[in-house]
């Protein structure tokens, strides 16, 4: 019933710049914090940023300065600006949502690819 979809990536040059988006859809009482995820090949998934719906924000020292994370909390959605793309941001990034129905309930996107090229 409650679904996550991310879309927005692609291939790009290194120093250039992707947007991705995630939506939340389906019925739900509310949706708490949001964030994303990424994972290259051959290591453990780890943190990019995450947003609470009062606009908390969290980022790893990684991304800090290059990528914005935002929302929009009437269209249940969840924005990742990367910008100054390095070859090291290669991987699948993936939305994850707490949203609350009768429980609180983590859900995780399948992933949008992201390849960066030198």
């Known amino acids: 019933q409650v679904q996550v979809e991310e879309s927005g990536g692609g291939l790009v040059q290194a120093g250039g710049s992707l947007n991705l988006s995630c939506t939340v859809s389906g019925t739900i009482r509310s949706i708490n914090v949001m964030g994303w995820y990424r994972q290259a090949p051959g290591k453990q998934r780890e943190l990019v940023a995450t947003?609470?719906?009062?606009?908390?924000?969290n980022y790893d020292d990684s991304v800090k300065g290059r990528f914005t994370i935002s929302r929009n909390n009437v269209r249940e959605t969840v924005y990742l600006q990367m910008n100054s793309l390095k070859s090291e941001d290669t991987g699948v990034y993936y939305c994850?949502?707490?949203?609350?129905?009768?429980?609180?309930?983590?859900?995780w996107g399948q992933g949008t690819l992201v390849t960066v090229s030198s």
């Open positions: 947003i609470t719906p009062g606009g908390r924000i």
């Open positions: 994850n949502a707490l949203v609350l129905l009768f429980r609180p309930l983590e859900l």
